[in-house]
């Protein structure tokens, strides 16, 4: 059937303290502390998308708000970094296609060679008179 998203809870104060304090006020992401005065956000070992558990367990760790935005979108000085929501995408992908409602590819590359596409999209037959371009 898939995973099933869960249900995100209300992250109040009391709780963000309790999941700081679980977690040692460590850093998730780069293991370094967080100091008083740095913004932290709450983040998902198991992401909720992906039917990680929504609770101040084990799931739920503090995590610098500069580290956040890099796992979330994993960009850093215009290079490309492991990201959650590149693999998000990469599941929703394979998830479509093992389901068959992959959409149809984009072009590509023609499975019979005697057939040529036109610039104008129609597929036509080879004439083999220009060197197979048609």
């Not at 039917?51 to 101040?56: E, L, N, Q, R, T």
């Not at 984009?106 to 004439?127: A, Q, T």
Request: net charge positive.
């Amino acid at each position: 059937m898939g995973v099933v998203a869960t249900k995100r809870r209300s992250m109040g104060a009391a709780r963000r303290l309790r999941i700081f304090e679980a977690g040692g006020g460590i850093c998730g992401w780069c293991h370094e502390a967080i100091e008083p005065d740095q913004p932290f956000e709450i983040d998902h070992a198991v992401p909720l998308w992906f039917g990680g558990v929504d609770d101040d367990g084990p799931n739920a760790y503090p995590i610098h708000k500069h580290c956040h935005h890099l796992k979330t979108f994993g960009r850093e000085r215009d290079r490309r970094r492991y990201s959650d929501l590149s693999n998000i995408a990469k599941t929703r992908r394979l998830r479509a296609a093992r389901l068959g409602l992959a959409p149809p590819g984009r072009g590509g590359r023609l499975s019979d060679p005697r057939l040529v596409r036109k610039i104008d999209g129609r597929v036509v037959e080879r004439d083999g008179l220009e060197g197979g371009m048609g």
